[in-house]
């Protein structure tokens, strides 16, 4: 194996979490729990690597882990970290519940548990970063941009720009749980940044980003706050709500105040962002209102030839195939550095031509 693939495995580059030409998945995220086995996302032909960047600690098979029967097992002894029921539903005299500073715990867990919540680096200093070599058609195929979707913000890519994109969102596209945003190794900026940093490396064109998210907010907060964002030099908006919305309002509201979002700049050219799942466990987000929202908004968007970044298409393909565990950067609803790559690509890959 060269040493190129090694460092391209532990440290996957930018918005890439697969490479399709060579067949590989790149640092693809786990946690082991309760003595359950890994099981990645695709079919393993080898598995490359098994590191933690947050730690830069490399894992050895044989001692510290093994593949076997389609899964990743820690074996005993191993120096891989290990939760179990006391760390992810921690006791109600020794937790602290959101809404602490400190937090560690929040409510609505199974059977009125709490659940663990961390919104530092808990989960990127346990999860591990694994990297194997996959057939080539397990790989999702990325959509790209309708013809005559956003042609203006396009143009002025095709012509080395520069450009400027104004983001909105909540505390996802705000950045929260990247490492680069909690400051923990590897330092991997979120995904409005990865998405930048992809147009300017591959238009060669100034990229201004204003990210302008801000946590615990749902999409009615851009409409009030609309003085703050609007203006005449925005080439592109991306708006990326959902994940409080699903808590109080309905998927046909979503799209009702998305609409009258977009009369706020009449002559904008906007990209939406469907948005993730939360943790199952967790009550306070039924499963099944993400997938609702998003096929709604996907509905819309189509309706009304409006850019969309579909991030819970292939959010669902990886993860209706893993333990949430795994993928969350907080224990509910943030995704980690694995996550926001996903959300990344899914962006980039828009723009793939």
């Keep these: 194996m060269s040493g190129n693939m090694i460092r ?29 086995p890994i099981r990645p996302a695709f079919p393993v032909l080898t598995m490359i690597e098994v590191a933690n960047p947050a730690e830069n600690v490399v894992y050895q098979r044989g001692r510290d882990w093994d593949f076997a029967n389609g899964g990743l097992v820690r074996l005993p002894g191993s120096a891989i970290p290990e939760l179990g029921p006391a760390e992810l539903y921690p006791a109600p005299d020794k937790a602290r519940v959101f809404p602490a500073k400190d937090a560690d715990a929040v409510t609505g867990g199974p059977d009125g ?5 961390d919104n530092r680096d808990f989960f990127a200093r346990r999860q591990i970063s694994f990297s194997y070599r996959t057939p080539i058609g397990a790989i999702p195929g990325l959509p790209k941009l309708p013809k005559g979707v956003l042609p203006r913000f396009r143009a002025k890519l095709r012509q080395g720009g520069p450009v400027k994109i104004t983001a909105l969102g909540d505390s996802i596209t705000q950045g929260f749980n990247a490492t680069a945003f909690v400051g923990c190794p590897p330092y991997q900026p979120c995904y409005a940044e990865l998405f930048a940093a992809f147009l300017k490396r591959r238009f060669c064109s100034p990229v201004e980003l204003r990210n302008l998210a801000v946590e615990g907010t749902c999409i009615d907060d851009a409409i009030e ?9 925005s ?8 994940m409080n919305d699903f808590v109080c309002r309905t998927p046909e509201k979503f799209v009702a105040l998305a609409e009258e979002l977009v009369g706020l700049v009449p002559s904008g050219e906007f990209l939406f962002v469907s948005a993730i799942s939360a943790n199952p466990e967790w009550s306070c987000i ?14 819309w968007c189509r309706r009304n030839n409006f850019a969309l970044a579909d991030v819970n298409a292939l959010w669902h393909q990886i993860s209706d195939r893993r333990d949430y565990w795994g993928l969350t950067g907080n224990g509910v609803n943030h995704p980690n550095d694995f996550g926001h790559r996903l959300y990344a690509s899914v962006l ?6």
Excluded: N, Q
């Excluded at 706050?225 to 030099?233: G, P, V, Y």
């Excluded at 080439?235 to 959902?242: E, K, S, T």
């Excluded at 039924?286 to 509905?299: E, H, M, V």
């Excluded at 980039?348 to 031509?353: E, R, S, T």
């Design 348 to 353: 980039c890959h828009l723009f793939a031509d």
């Design 286 to 299: 039924p499963p099944g209102k993400d997938a609702a929202f998003a096929s709604t908004l996907r509905c």
């Design 225 to 233: 706050r609309r003085e703050s964002w609007r203006d005449d030099d």
């Design 235 to 242: 080439d592109l908006y991306l708006i990326a709500y959902g």
């Design 113 to 117: 548990k709490l659940l663990r919540f």
């Design 8 to 36: 391209e495995a532990r440290f996957p580059a930018g918005e890439f979490w697969f490479d399709r030409k060579r067949g590989l998945i790149l640092g693809e995220s786990g946690l082991f729990v309760s003595g359950r």
